[in-house]
């Protein structure tokens, strides 16, 4: 196995925190090889996607090879989750996003302006108060950000307040929503391209959910944006790109679906009117029960998804809770 190695070890903590940055800026240690005689346990979440990595420890760093067997885990299953044993520190959740690539410092904010971790702009903060009855960023079906030319890659989250029930995330697997198509439809979309703009047009608040609970159903006006607790983004120049409507897999080489509610708008050369019957559809087909899993977060929980093959959708069941969310994410280092 081949690797590209920094020494980043201090007499502190495991970490010197000096190098921080420049392993966050410079994207890290990456395996350059598959990773053999795996020293962890893979507990598997659901049939089509997700795994809990058993004997992970991220309160010391990872060496090259343990950190090889988590990231052939992560192309594996789509989605890991490690449940750590203590509370993660800023510094040492930078360390080990760093790893998976290029960390993303620019700002997310649509539609809402999200915060980030004092002294720490790369962590965004999502924060949902308990007495805030208003929709959830995240509550949808989509991928990031990808009406940039470099989505992201990889998100890495970390449960600091996880409520006591509900919260949870789903994910889904586009390979198999990909897959599972007609080879007639595959053939077809195997050939097209789609928009992709920060204006969602199509996630708007109809298609979001207010916060419910077992006693308290969402009012109409709970799923207005004003009602959030975030600030809303600056009407700024929408930012549009073009990417394939099915893409390979840049390391597993798999084919997979790339169209989500959240950013892309129509197929090109074809009307937003055109493009909605057969976006709906595929949508619809992404998120089949089957190809999902779901995650019950706990304290201290750290989840890693592959952005470029599957979809997220973060429930908004926990109405009475508090949930805080610390989350960095990784630029894909080219363009699907």
């Known amino acids: 196995m081949r690797w590209q190695k920094k020494s980043l070890v201090d007499d502190r903590r495991g970490f010197a925190v000096s190098e921080i940055d420049r392993l966050v800026r410079q994207g890290g240690v990456h395996p350059m090889g598959d990773a053999k005689a795996s020293k962890i346990e893979l507990q598997p979440l659901a049939g089509g996607l997700g795994g809990r990595l058993l004997g992970v420890d991220l309160s010391r760093p990872l060496d090259d090879s343990e950190f090889a067997d988590v990231y052939q885990a992560f192309l594996d299953h789509l989605v890991i989750f490690i449940s750590n044993r203590r509370a993660l520190s800023p510094e040492e959740h930078c360390a080990f996003a760093a790893r998976f ?7 997310f904010s649509y539609p809402f302006k999200t915060p980030t971790v004092e002294g720490h702009t790369e962590i965004l903060l999502n924060v949902k108060e308990a007495n805030d009855r208003s929709i959830n960023v995240g509550g949808f079906w989509h991928a990031d950000v990808t009406y940039r030319e470099r989505p992201h890659k990889a998100a890495i989250i970390y449960a600091r307040e996880a409520p006591p029930y509900g919260g949870d995330t789903m994910f889904a697997n586009q390979y ?33 959910f207010a916060s ?34 099915v893409r390979t897999h840049p390391e597993t080489r798999r084919k997979c679906l790339y169209v989500n509610r959240g950013f892309t708008t129509r197929f090109s050369d074809m009307t937003v009117e055109e493009s909605r019957p057969l976006l709906e559809y595929l949508w619809q087909h992404a998120s089949r029960p089957e190809f999902t899993c779901r995650y019950r977060w706990s304290q201290n929980d750290i989840g890693v998804w592959d952005n470029r093959c599957a979809l997220h959708y973060a429930l908004n069941d926990y109405s009475g809770h508090r949930r ?13």
């Open 212 to 245: 419910v609970s077992r006693t308290s159903a969402p009012r109409p006006e709970d799923r207005k944006f004003s009602a959030s607790l975030y600030a809303k983004a600056d009407d700024g120049e929408e930012s549009r790109t073009t990417h394939p409507v």
């Open 324 to 336: 805080e969310m610390h989350r960095i994410s990784v630029h894909e280092p080219t363009r699907p």
């Open 101 to 107: 690539g290029e960390v993303d410092y620019s700002p």
């Open 176 to 208: 198999l929503a990909y897959e599972t198509l007609s080879p007639g439809l595959q053939r077809m979309l195997d050939g097209m391209s789609a928009e992709h703009s920060s204006g969602m047009p199509h996630a708007g608040e109809s298609a979001r």
